[in-house]
């Protein structure tokens, strides 16, 4: 693992071991209520391994937030402004995805991310990421399907797509990749 991904993976590690402590939960607690494993959760605590966007998700879910908030909470540390060189990004061992929040930390409901997904790779989420948010979709570059349920979009640059009712959905870039823009509304 790289410094970079090293540093990263050991700042969002000791966020899930600070929101576990902040809540009392034991490692066997958080593994019950994320379906993660307490020894893959003692090794992502630890900084020990990147995990990947599907166990991040879980996690956040178990915490009551989203991926986002998760990453947000880990990287930022307040103010107005968020200069494009200290918006966290974090990149997917697993797919090569890329998601750069771009909101500064503050108290609005709403966050924007950047996602870049590249040629051919999917991300899966379970409706569980989904409970505690409203969102939309807004195509930057590339083509993107999107499997929300049993329903398929595909979606063409300057497309926007208000997701509906928490469900299982999986993003796939298509030929050239994918860079969208994900508005969350928290609440």
Same mark, same amino acid.
């Given at each position: 693992m790289d410094d970079i991904a090293n540093d990263i993976s050991s700042t969002i590690g000791r966020r899930i071991h600070a929101e576990r402590v902040m809540r009392d939960w034991s490692l066997a607690e958080l593994a019950?209520?994320?379906?993660?494993?307490?020894? %893959? $959760?003692?090794?992502?605590?630890?900084? %020990?391994?990147?995990?990947?966007?599907?166990? $991040?998700?879980?996690?956040? /879910?178990? !915490?009551?937030?989203?991926l986002s908030t998760l990453i947000a909470r880990a990287e930022l540390q307040?103010?107005?402004?968020?200069?494009? /060189?200290? &918006?966290?990004?974090?990149?997917?061992?697993?797919?090569?995805? #890329?998601?750069? @929040?771009?909101?500064?930390?503050?108290?609005?409901?709403?966050?924007?991310?950047? #996602? @870049? +997904?590249? /040629?051919?790779?999917r991300v899966s989420l379970p /409706?569980?990421?989904?409970? !505690?948010?409203?969102? &939309?979709?807004?195509?930057?570059?590339?083509?993107?399907? !999107?499997?929300?349920?049993? #329903?398929? @979009?595909? +979606?063409?640059p300057g497309d926007c797509l208000a997701l509906g009712a928490p469900s299982d959905c999986t993003f796939h870039a298509l030929e050239a990749g994918a860079d969208y823009l994900v508005a969350l509304v928290r609440g």
């Open positions: 019950e209520r994320s379906g993660v494993s307490k020894a %893959m $959760l003692s090794t992502i605590e630890r900084g %020990m391994t990147s995990p990947t966007a599907t166990l $991040l998700v879980r996690i956040a /879910a178990a !915490f009551g937030m989203t307040g103010g107005g402004l968020l200069r494009e /060189a200290d &918006q966290p990004a974090w990149r997917d061992p697993d797919t090569g995805y #890329v998601r750069r @929040h771009l909101s500064p930390a503050s108290d609005m409901p709403l966050e924007l991310v950047k #996602v @870049h +997904l590249p /040629a051919g790779a /409706a569980a990421s989904y409970a !505690f948010i409203k969102q &939309q979709i807004w195509l930057i570059a590339g083509r993107l399907e !999107f499997t929300e349920g049993d #329903v398929v @979009h595909r +979606l063409e």
